[in-house]
């Protein structure tokens, strides 16, 4: 599915709020794209790695930031890597808009387990939020 979203979203298809995440390669610095489901919660910007620790996780610790984009719109953004202990609330958010797309990836814990539950898989799945200005 993934190309497909990516090629939907990068034409301007709002699929599931979806976007195109392009973060510096550590190595090369060239851009390497993503499709990504943005979380807005309590005033901040999320971007959640449901599969855990990927290649674009990696490239976003190195880099510091990078771009989101739909269709000709293309937002520059920093990123700060969130602490497991501050996980748990935005894990649940994200669980409860995106559960059945990612629910698989997360061993069986939802948006109504408790936060307990919710920090026990947290090392296992990066977050950053994400700002712009």
Request: aromatic content about 8%; overall charge positive.
């Amino acid at each position: 599915m993934n190309p497909i979203v990516s090629w939907l979203t990068a034409r301007g298809v709002n699929v599931w709020g979806a976007q195109v995440l392009a973060v510096r390669g550590r190595s090369s610095g060239e851009w390497r794209t993503t499709p990504v489901n943005p979380l807005t919660l309590d005033g901040g910007r999320y971007l959640v790695a449901p599969r855990g620790h990927v290649q674009w996780t990696r490239n976003m610790r190195v880099a510091g930031g990078g771009e989101l984009r739909r269709g000709g719109r293309v937002e520059a953004f920093r990123a700060e890597e969130v602490a497991d202990d501050d996980k748990p609330a935005i894990l649940r958010g994200y669980l409860k808009r995106w559960k059945a797309e990612v629910g698989v990836f997360f061993d069986g814990v939802g948006p109504d387990s408790s936060d307990e539950e919710l920090r026990a898989i947290a090392a296992k799945h990066p977050i950053f939020r994400i700002t712009t200005g």
